[in-house]
């Protein structure tokens, strides 16, 4: 009998079909849905030195395990830290005893900070017995039209093809009109103490969930911007067609109306910079949508 050879090595952009074909039997979502997202990451901006798409278990050339990477350098404080977004973990049932091939390649670098922000709840203590730590405990589900009205805030959308934005900074126009390329919804509001930017996208709410239609809040420089600005955010979901914002959050928020659950919700990090709250930019979540 020949013996079965596989190996871990990084997904090239030759494999691309394959490992949509291959996620599509493992999550059941669409293979439109993957090549979508697998099509950005071709074309993203990243860190040099790093695997563009991920890892893959190769067996006789074919994808039978994959673990999608999304390393972005993020800016703050002056200096550069390099994350990395975990994603989309999965090994066919056949080939399961190498799985952990994968992790132990993907996580090998020291100096990065990993992220796994859509834990399954069954998976949580596995994540915890390989040293992630929880920085982010559950969702609140915020009314913001029932937030204190502000008569001084204006809200400006801001378009896919906007080159330019008063009182924004370069690096964070090109993060809003990347992230309204994607298909989120970014804004500024502009009020007497400065202008300030949000990203917000629609979200999914999984089968067993009874939640009104909701926005998922993907970035904003700092939780209390968007609780001074509820109100006039609310205005502007709402002929979206949604009435709630989720935000990560560690327990109920102060100034806001709405409901805290650690039922869904919980994200992980391993790594030497703890992420922030409020800053889900460039991760799977806007990459492959909700």
């Not at 790093?50 to 893959?56: K, V």
């Not at 050339?61 to 972005?72: E, S």
């Not at 067609?241 to 409901?259: C, T």
Request: positive net charge; charged residues 20%; glycine residues 8%.
């Amino acid at each position: 009998m020949a013996q079965t050879m596989v190996r871990c090595r990084e997904i090239r952009e030759s494999d691309v079909d394959a490992v949509a074909d291959l996620l599509t039997r493992g999550f059941g979502r669409s293979r439109a849905y993957w090549m979508q997202g697998l099509q950005r990451q071709a074309l993203r901006n990243m860190p040099e030195g790093y695997p563009r798409f991920g890892y893959m278990l190769d067996h006789d050339g074919a994808p039978v395990g994959v673990l999608l990477l999304l390393y972005t350098a993020r800016k703050e404080g002056g200096e550069t830290a390099i994350q990395c977004n975990l994603s989309s973990w999965y090994v066919e049932p056949d080939f399961r005893n190498y799985a952990t091939m994968l992790t132990k390649v993907a996580q090998r670098h020291k100096d990065v900070t990993y992220l796994n922000i859509s834990p399954a709840t069954k998976t949580w203590p596995i994540i915890e017995t390989q040293g992630f730590r929880s920085y982010c405990s559950g969702l609140f589900f915020s009314f913001p039209l029932l937030a204190p009205a502000r008569p001084d805030v204006a809200v400006e959308i801001v378009s896919a093809d906007a080159t330019g934005i008063d009182d924004i900074s370069a690096a964070e126009v090109e993060l809003l009109t990347r992230h309204a390329r994607y298909g989120c919804l970014s804004l500024v509001c502009r009020t007497a103490d400065g202008a300030f930017p949000f990203i917000l996208q629609p979200m999914r709410i999984r089968r067993g969930w009874i939640a009104p239609p909701v926005m998922q809040l993907i970035y904003c420089r700092d939780i209390a911007d968007y609780v001074a600005c509820a109100s006039a955010i609310g205005r502007v979901v709402l002929r979206h067609g949604k009435i709630s914002v989720s935000l990560d959050s560690n327990g109920p928020i102060a100034g806001l109306a709405g409901i805290y659950t650690e039922a869904r919700g919980r994200k992980y990090f391993k790594g030497p910079k703890p992420p922030r709250l409020a800053d889900l930019t460039d991760t799977e979540l806007v990459l492959y949508g909700p």
